[in-house]
């Protein structure tokens, strides 16, 4: 796993505390409520939460997600949590090398943690992000962690397709400029994760539609699937942003199926 001897890592930590004010970068205690629903039974699921901006979400404006984004549900309200992740993010944006060392690190403590509880090691290290981690040599050296996350880049899924341990799964957007990203996503057998205002439809862009709101890591095996998740917090539900489907709006284009 990591070359680093205790001594170093012990030294690394203090930096990164004195220098970031950053205790750990993963919640491998299920402090995030959707990761702790998917960690039941045989997967305990790590996750990492950066401060959502342009340079982690690229696509977060055209796709229309920016705004509404799940940043400040949940316990992203508290001001405590906003501190640890935009903590993170500074580390991430300043150092990034020692950041890299730092989350293999953790992630290593992650899989024992799991062997010690007899349940399988599994990670989402986008949770508020898309940040192409494939750049890293992170998948390859954790192989025994079964790795997952949503993605709003197209391009991305050919490259983690050929990651045995990778699963991405493509947010849906129904803005007009995002629409070459959904030509490009259509041709892989991904999940394609779409944020519904009112009830879920039977059928969507031509695949039969999962209740995504049930298990994130469940999700990620529905291949050829659109994971239904219902809108969170107040502005996206009351949102006329098309990022959220309201069905009886809904009209054709791109093969996209109108539902009444």
Do not use: W
């Not at 629903?37 to 977060?60: D, E, I, Q, T, W």
């Not at 695949?207 to 994130?216: A, K, N, T």
Request: charged share 25%.
């Amino acid at each position: 796993m990591i070359t680093n001897t205790v001594k170093e890592i012990k030294e690394i930590k203090e930096y990164v505390k004195h220098t970031y004010n950053v205790n750990c970068l993963l919640d491998r205690f299920g402090a995030n409520t959707k990761l702790k629903k998917s960690s039941k039974g045989v997967y305990n699921v790590a996750g990492l939460s950066l401060m959502p901006s342009l340079k982690f979400c690229p696509m977060s404006i055209k796709a229309g997600c920016f705004e509404l984004c799940l940043k400040s549900a949940g316990r992203g309200r508290f001001n405590n949590v906003v501190n640890a992740r935009n903590n993170k993010s500074n580390f991430y944006n300043n150092d990034y090398d020692l950041f890299i060392t730092l989350l293999k690190y953790e992630l290593e403590l992650h899989v024992i943690n799991c062997k010690k509880n007899n349940v399988n090691p599994s990670a989402r290290l986008n949770v508020l992000s898309d940040i192409p981690y494939e750049k890293t040599d992170i998948f390859n050296t954790f192989q025994e962690i079964y790795f997952y996350d949503y993605t709003k880049r197209a391009n991305r899924l050919e490259t983690c397709n050929k990651i045995d341990n990778y699963k991405l799964m493509f947010s849906y957007s129904g803005k007009q400029e995002y629409q070459k990203q959904i030509s490009k996503a259509v041709n892989f057998s991904n999940p394609i994760a779409v944020v519904f205002k009112n009830e879920f439809p039977k059928m969507f862009l031509n695949r039969p539609v999962f209740d995504g709101d049930l298990s994130d890591i469940d999700n990620s095996t529905r291949d050829n699937h659109i994971i239904g998740l219902k809108a969170k917090g107040s502005l996206a539900r009351n949102s006329f942003n098309d990022f959220v489907v309201d069905l009886p709006k809904m009209t054709d284009f791109l093969g996209i199926q109108k539902i009444a």
